[in-house]
């Protein structure tokens, strides 16, 4: 769900803006799973933008505090929200760990980066949900390292079902900032994509493994 149709719509302007989200209905993406997509979002590129950076830090932080109180941890997911993370940690004055997909093969073999008690509340920020399988390993590291998730925020979500689903399986409460169906609606409403381009955009989200550009 999204905390704020305000905060989802400007998000979506504001990731447009910087091209961290393009969207291309007549020249689609290939995404690393094979899936064709007239979307690509990479939320990174919102780092290199210090006003749209701070927007992002300071309302994942204020929706936190609103939803959650202060929790103890933030936990970023790597590596996509490393740095997101981070910041927003260092609005909230908390420390900050981070989740890899995997524990090292060497050294301490860590899979959650950092030091956190057993027991400790945690907030998750992630940059961006598509079926949630990712954000939900790094939850799976962290209960296993006997902490208490909170919830998690994310920056931008594609609004699967499969992903709502994967979410209430696991009983972990997801926010985002932004979604697809506001994203749309703002990309139609600054002329960024026609009717026509919304409705192939929406026919895409709705069954998206088995899309047809043509």
């Known amino acids: 769900m999204i905390f704020n149709k305000d905060i989802a719509k400007k998000t979506a302007e504001l990731l447009l803006q910087i091209n961290a989200i393009k969207l291309q209905p007549n020249n689609p993406f290939t995404w690393a799973s094979g899936w064709k997509s007239p979307i690509y979002c990479d939320n990174r590129i919102v780092l290199s933008y210090p006003q749209i950076r701070n927007y992002v830090r300071e309302t994942i932080a204020k929706q936190i505090e609103e939803k959650y109180g202060k929790p103890d941890v933030i936990a970023g997911v790597a590596t996509g929200a490393i740095g997101i993370g981070a910041l927003v940690a260092e609005y909230l004055n908390l420390p900050f760990v981070y989740v890899?997909?995997?524990?090292?093969k060497h050294g301490r073999q860590n899979q959650v980066e950092g030091y956190a008690?057993?027991?400790?509340t945690v907030v998750v920020v992630e940059d961006l949900i598509s079926t949630g399988k990712s954000s939900l390993n790094a939850v799976d590291a962290l209960r296993a390292a006997e902490l208490n998730i909170k919830?998690?925020?994310?920056?931008?979500?594609?609004?699967?079902?499969v992903a709502?689903?994967?979410f209430e399986k696991a009983n972990v409460?997801?926010?985002t900032l932004g979604n697809y169906e506001n994203l749309l609606e703002q990309a139609l409403d600054t002329k960024y994509i026609t009717k026509k381009e919304q409705d192939i955009l929406a026919l895409w989200n709705a069954n998206p493994s088995d899309w047809n550009a043509n």
């Open 151 to 161: 919830g998690m925020v994310a920056i931008f979500s594609y609004g699967f079902d």
């Open 100 to 104: 890899r997909p995997e524990a090292k």
């Open 173 to 175: 409460e997801l926010h």
């Open 164 to 166: 709502k689903e994967n």
């Open 117 to 120: 008690e057993k027991g400790q």
